[in-house]
């Protein structure tokens, strides 16, 4: 799930706002492909949020919707190496869409359901939904949006949630701006997340509010044409205060800082987009608490927070696009943060009128503050084929693997292979 988002505002031709922000982040295809359907989900709306927007002469209304089935072969349902249960499983699923535009406001949303049919073992069976809104106005020289995610799902994403947990997640994000000048701006944006874990043994460690908050400003069309941005603000990790039967806190402590960082946005070239944000971030947890025993200081750590967005549209149908991010996060059982590097490559490729190919490569390494370190992986390669008009078939090979080691009582991996053939109505 990606924590890096770019929000494209409507002011002018000239000015295409876009914002690189904290999100348990998230190829803009017809059907959502395979079981891992949150990761594609994901992509689809991040491939919207990167999109060039114009704006429109007058009011335009759009709307669609799909439904489809997809049949998934999974090599190890349970993710684990000591447990390995392959499984064949029926996905049928859902999704509509609407949105609104005129030149300087715009309401969408997305709504996507999908049910997970385990032929055999019936004990895991589970549904999942996504929302995702936005709405957003931008004046000639004041604007505001809020965008809107809303997740219940249980796949893997990201070394965040590299294993099957069943979990809601909701993030929030804000944003405002003023124009001081013609090239002279000042923005606000924040990203305030909710993460709940409907098992009891992960809620009790790891349900938490996180947020950023940043203000920074603008300086439009400096050199090489873009836009270059200084921000600051605070950060905070705020762990739900579970107990066991002896008043023991079971959530780590909570954590507050501060961050600082640089960057820049915009378009090299026609074909080239850019956003680049680099700095620092400090961090402090609280100190941890035992009944009946001295308190032990809390952790602080000081390090790198940048991220990356590339997005190149090499010749007519192929688009290459390049993220990653680093960044402090919740923790993992008793860690009160964590840094996560995250990586993805995305490609899409459409050498006919109604095949489109998407590949994409993602790899995410978190390493916590008491030496716990966690790794996810995964590769895949999908084919979508429009048979005719509305009706779409396709299928994909999908590798994933997660790994748990370092300062742990025993080490975990697992490996894991998905291919699925689907079929779905698009109107």
Known sequence: MWKAISVPMRSSPRARRVLVGALLALAMGAPAWAQDLGAQWVDRINSRLHADKTPYEGGQFEYGAEGGVLMVYDSNIFLSETNRQHEVIWVPYARARAGYSEPQFEVQADLE??????????????????????????????????????????????????????????????????????????????????????????????????????????????????????????????YAKNTDLLGNPTEPPNVTGWLARGGARGDLRPDLTVELYAGAVGVRSADFKVAGLPSRP?????????????????????????????????????????????????????????????????????????????????????????????????????YRGGKIYGSVAAPQDYTDYIFQLGVAIAW
């Open 113 to 238: 359901a999908d049910y997970k049919y385990y032929v055999q073992t019936s004990g895991v069976r589970d549904n999942d939904e996504r929302f995702f809104a936005d709405i957003g106005y931008a004046g000639s020289t004041l604007g505001a949006s809020v965008i809107q995610f809303i997740r219940h799902e249980s796949d893997p994403l990201d070394a965040l949630f590299a294993n099957r947990a069943e979990r809601v997640v909701t993030d929030t994000i804000p944003r405002a701006y003023v124009d001081f000048t013609s090239v002279l701006a000042f923005e606000l944006e924040g990203f305030f997340q909710t993460v709940h874990f409907l098992e009891d043994e992960l809620g009790d460690t790891r349900d938490n509010m996180n947020g950023r908050l940043m203000g920074g400003l603008v300086y439009k069309g400096g050199p090489l044409g873009l836009d270059w941005i200084v921000q600051g603000g605070g950060l905070w990790i705020d």
């Open 298 to 398: 809390g952790d602080a750590l000081t390090t790198m927070d940048a991220s990356l967005f590339i997005r190149y549209k090499a010749i007519d149908g192929v688009t290459i696009s390049v993220a990653y991010s680093r960044q402090v996060d919740f923790g993992f059982d008793t860690d009160p943060f964590q840094v996560i590097n995250r990586g993805e490559i995305l490609g899409e490729f459409t050498p006919l009128e109604h095949l489109v190919w998407v590949a994409r490569l993602q790899m995410d390494v978190a390493r916590s503050d008491l030496g716990v370190k966690r790794t996810y992986g995964t590769v895949s390669l999908t084919g979508t084929y429009t048979v005719v008009e509305h009706f779409i078939v396709d299928a994909g090979l999908t």
